[in-house]
């Protein structure tokens, strides 16, 4: 179901579109807090690991760092990221780099096979109906114990502050990305709580750049 207004426009299936968002990523502000935020977050001793819209696998890259020998399944649907993601990964035999796109359900016979799962600014590309049944299902694919962290791009609470977040990372409402379909942090957080998930918690924040998540009890 769609959100209200927001338009049914998804751009990441371009390499255009991507090769712009790489362009930037490295420069973007608070980099370097936000991937210590995020490595704070990790645990260790993780054996199996599914990031969600993985891009060029940056994030999944991270994890790896610190359970190094741990097998990963990075999931994106656009060509160009696979890719990229393949490439970053083809020495490393424990990742697989599957194409699957995030509104279509998880597999069901991956049902308690993950001990973490992360995503990385890509769930905001998805209706906030798909968003809260993609909790569900992450929830699902969890073990007893398993840790979620959405490394996501939030709502602000005015549209001010939607325009200072704008302006802070050199964009525009004109060059804003329409594929953006943004939900503040509150509701995400409830929907994670009634799920299932405890330790739910907003771990960073910085405008609209929120580090969410929680454990599988
Ligand atoms: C902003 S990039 C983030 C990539 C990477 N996780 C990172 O942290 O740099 C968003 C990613 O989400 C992926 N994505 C967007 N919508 C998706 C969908 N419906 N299904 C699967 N992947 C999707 C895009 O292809 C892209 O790789």
């Known amino acids: 179901m769609k959100n209200g207004n927001t338009p049914d426009v998804n751009k990441w299936r371009s390499a255009e579109h991507v090769s712009g968002y790489l362009e930037i990523v490295d420069s973007r502000p608070h980099k370097e807090e936000i991937n210590n935020a995020f490595l704070e977050q990790i645990p260790s001793g993780v054996q199996n690991v599914l990031d969600l819209g993985t891009g060029d696998g940056r994030l999944l890259w991270l994890v790896l760092q610190k359970n190094p020998n741990a097998r990963g399944i990075g999931l994106d649907f656009s060509e160009p990221m696979l890719e990229l993601s393949r490439k ?15 509104n279509v359900p ?4 991956w049902c308690g096979r993950f001990d973490l799962v992360v ?21 699902d694919v969890l073990v ?39 939900l503040d942090v ?32």
Do not use: M
């Open 88 to 102: 970053r990964f083809q020495d490393n035999k424990n990742v697989e780099i599957v194409k699957h796109d995030l």
């Open 106 to 109: 998880l597999p069901k016979e």
């Open 119 to 139: 995503s990385g600014l890509a769930i905001h590309h998805v209706f906030d109906e798909r968003k809260r049944e993609l909790y569900a299902e992450i929830f």
């Open 144 to 182: 007893s114990g398993g840790v979620f962290l959405n490394l996501e791009h939030v709502s602000s609470p005015s549209e001010v502050l939607h325009e200072k977040f704008l302006v802070a990372i050199g964009k525009s409402k004109i060059t804003d990305d329409p594929s953006n379909k943004l």
């Open 186 to 217: 509150c509701t995400q957080l409830n929907w994670l709580r009634e799920i299932g998930f405890e330790d739910v918690d907003c771990f960073w924040k910085w405008l609209e750049v929120a580090l969410l998540g929680g454990t599988k009890p």
